[in-house]
């Protein structure tokens, strides 16, 4: 079981969107649509962004989307803002009741 | 106020054994499934384990690194899971969180974390 492929870092502008990558493989992210995002400030819990590939819960805003092809799922962040600036993490779901991560992209505001 | 709050970290050498405790309130813990995850300094989150709730007979996973070194329990009329980790390496040196779906029957996402408690193995 490896770790979900992400990008190291990712940086844009105020307003601009960016897109993040997790990709996995046919025994993870293609084989199930249970994809979650976390946004991790320094010295901070995780806390839930997306779920199921593309659902935000109560309290996310809505510049935050999902999406998921074939063993790779993308987390959007439109309108990028500087409170934005975190890690993101993407978890998969990988059959026998276990999960795994993605090792995590450091998203910078310009 | 929902919340998950870990205890019992610290620092122990290797070969050692520690217990965690992961503390629920506000929330009906007996339903709930509790994952653990770590994650080391300045590295990315690591699921390490689950333990199902009653009606899913406690049922227990591990990642394979921990296999055989890491028991979770829960104790759902304290509202507390337990994480007993036994055989410490140093590269179990972490921030182990527990964490929980909303639901015991579907991923809905991990949507509740403790603060941590950190673990150190050393000599």
């Known amino acids: 079981q490896s770790a979900l492929t992400q990008p190291a870092s990712v940086s844009g502008s105020p307003g601009q969107s960016i897109t993040i990558s997790c990709t996995g493989t046919?025994?993870?992210?293609?084989?199930?649509?249970?994809v979650s995002w976390y946004q991790q400030h320094p010295g901070k819990a995780p806390k839930l962004m997306i779920y199921e590939v593309n659902k935000r819960p109560s309290g996310v805003s809505n510049r935050f989307s999902g999406s998921k092809s074939g063993n790779t799922a993308s987390l959007t962040i439109s309108g990028l803002q500087a409170e934005d600036e975190a890690d993101y993490y993407c978890c998969s779901y990988a059959g026998s009741s276990t999960w795994v991560f993605g090792g995590g992209t450091k998203v910078t505001v310009l | 106020e929902v919340q998950l709050v870990e205890s019992g970290g610290g620092l122990v050498q290797p070969g050692g054994s520690l217990k965690l405790s992961c503390a629920a309130s506000?929330?009906?813990?007996?339903?709930?499934?509790v994952h653990w995850v770590r994650q080391a300094s300045g590295k990315g989150l690591e699921w390490i384990g689950r333990?199902?709730?009653?009606?899913?007979?406690?049922?227990?996973t591990y990642i394979e690194s921990v296999n055989g070194r890491f028991t979770i329990s829960r104790d759902d009329s304290k509202n507390t899971a337990f994480l007993q980790m036994t055989s410490l390496k140093t590269e179990d040196t972490a921030i182990y969180y527990c964490?929980?779906?909303?639901?015991?029957?579907?991923?809905?996402?991990?949507?509740?974390w403790g603060q941590g408690t950190m673990v150190i193995v050393s000599s």
């Open positions: 046919r025994s993870d992210v293609g084989n199930y649509n249970l």
């Open positions: 964490t929980r779906h909303g639901s015991d029957y579907y991923d809905s996402g991990f949507d509740i």
């Open positions: 506000g929330f009906t813990f007996s339903d709930s499934g």
């Open positions: 333990i199902r709730s009653k009606p899913n007979t406690y049922a227990t």
